[in-house]
């Protein structure tokens, strides 16, 4: 089979790869349906993160199941099904209370690597969730947003604690931010403020539930979140960004006890002890953890409430997928969408 | 009258003061029943903090109201009263949403000195609750408590997110981690560990409320949660230092997804973003609002089923108030409970 190889920083290939094979009697092997380029990912393309050698790449799938380990009990071949960016046994006690990235038994989907034609997925029964049937062409977009943006986006929402009524923030406006105004409005926010300067990223925020656009950064931005909330600040703030300056604004964005979710991985971010102790602010972020979410986004997107794979603007064949991170890398795409 | 006023670090003066008069219609005088030293007013003395001026110092009072401005409504003379260490409304929307030391006008208590023999109470509406009648003498320790150390152990316990059946990890055996550890007894705590190397107060977090008592710090403390928790990690923990070392402890010490509560002011503490990230854990802290809490532990109070006033292990006239300062530096007193 196929798939992507990132060499170095820039230089990713779709080159042929070992066809995946059950390893371990919980594996089950899938055809993939649709995969995607994330943020994340950009990291390593950027050289933020170092890249000591070539390896597999991509983290985000869907598909349909081809064949299954001895031990797999509830996943079968033939059904569609969609996992997260950790595999996961959903036993441990971490996954049991809702933590499935701190899986005691997790795999990173990223080292197996997504983005190819056939992909190896452990610890199935923990790890997918089938649909209802087997998805038409047009839900393929929003059930792949499931695997990882979508999941991340409302992880940010929960974790900040957004409720019904909130005011509710959102620093970045990356798939993973446009997906967290979405939560934000599915949990009930009653105003949502999308921070943009992009206008096509402004109007897709607008679609999914922003109330506000804020187009000022840093104390700026922070002043129009006050003038906005009466000089209170916002009830929950999403942080979906990971730099300093994105945490800093979402930090000084938040009412006294209110809540930020972050779910950027942190890159060069400083905390003020000092700061949030004064700010009360309450802060949770990590790894979202998807599975927990994924039956329920499933259910969001299958009976049409939702439509989150409005975030890919660029659709390529598998084989393009170089072209996928060059034009996430340079901002020409907000998310590219893969299809073997 | 009489009250103390710091000099510079390790010097504490018992002096004549300015009677306290009504200066604002809102204010209240009171005639204090009882006072006390703070953790946190150590770090002056020890001249941690600047000391950069002769001033009144102490923040925790009970006491009979004297005399109510012409706009005090429901504070009446004749009551016995306490209140928190910052005044607060109790009308602007912080105070409405349970963050009272964030108020829009707020007032620092330690600013008009507290340790004194009468005391003015800015907003006293907003920031004073009187007991259903005047209490008599052996009462007086546990009321004071709920000036500051109770409601700041109790505030740590609810940030950390205890509930009913947590297992919870208290780091500081000061005054405010025993009553933490005695608030997350009272929160429905299943296992509470007190992390403390000194005999007298492990004996007091055991009459509180904790099941185990780790004697290890640092590492090897956070390997002693580890083992009493089957390698999960406590649900909860509460920070109640605020040094460095503490917190990574605290930090180091939660399962994922787990909450901590800091409440020690942090002094020199590095939060590493990405540690918190990948161990995602949900960190509030802050000036406890202790005005939230006070109806709620008066209560528990009065009813006799908590006595947070045995953290008082040294009573002294005010006037000796300096060798309460000496004492609680030294470690030789847990709290000096001071008698005007």
Redo the contacts between chains.
């Keep these: 089979m196929r798939g992507a190889i990132l060499h170095a920083p820039g230089d990713v290939r779709f080159e042929e790869r070992d066809d995946p094979t059950i390893v371990e009697p919980t594996d089950a092997i899938i055809r993939m349906s649709a995969t995607c380029v994330c943020g994340s990912d950009l990291w390593d393309y950027r050289g933020i993160n170092k890249v000591r050698e070539a390896a597999p790449t991509g983290h985000e799938y869907c598909g349909i199941v081809e064949e299954v380990g001895s031990d797999v009990r509830t996943i079968k071949p033939g059904q569609f099904v969609i996992g997260s960016f950790f595999a996961s046994d959903g036993t441990c006690?971490?996954c049991r209370?809702?933590?499935q990235?701190?899986c005691a038994n997790r795999v990173p989907m990223a080292v197996l690597g997504a983005q190819a034609e056939a992909l190896r997925v452990p610890l199935a029964d923990g790890t997918l969730v089938a649909t209802p049937e087997v998805p038409d062409e047009a839900m393929l977009p929003h059930l792949l947003a499931a695997s990882d943006v979508l999941g991340t986006g409302w992880f940010a929402a929960v974790?900040a604690g957004v409720l019904p009524g909130s005011t509710v923030a959102v620093v970045g406006d990356g798939a993973v931010g446009l997906l967290g105004v979405l939560a934000a409005k599915e949990l009930g926010a009653e105003r949502v403020i999308a921070m943009s300067r992009h206008e096509p990223r402004q109007k897709l925020a607008t679609e999914f539930g922003a109330t506000h656009i804020v187009t000022e950064r840093g104390d700026d931005g922070v002043a129009r979140i006050e003038d906005l909330t009466?000089g209170?600040g916002a009830d929950a703030v999403l942080e979906c960004v990971g730099t300093d300056e994105a945490?800093a604004q979402a930090i000084k964005s938040v009412?006294?006890?209110g809540g930020v979710g972050?779910v950027g991985?942190?890159h060069g971010?400083?905390?003020?002890?000092?700061q949030?102790?004064?700010?009360?602010?309450?802060?949770?972020?990590?790894?979202a953890?998807v599975r927990r979410f994924l039956p329920e986004l499933i259910d969001l997107i299958w009976t049409g409430r939702i439509e989150p794979g409005k975030v890919f603007d660029l659709e390529l064949p598998l084989s393009e997928v170089a072209e996928g991170y060059a034009a996430m890398d340079e901002r020409r795409a907000i998310k590219a969408f893969l299809r073997p």
Excluded: C, E, K, W
Aim: hydrophobic share 40%; charged share 15%; proline share 14%.
């Design positions: 006690p971490h209370a809702g933590y990235t701190a974790a009466d209170i945490m009412r006294p006890g972050f991985v942190p971010v400083n905390l003020d002890a000092r949030m102790f004064y700010s009360i602010v309450r802060l949770q972020g990590g790894p953890p």
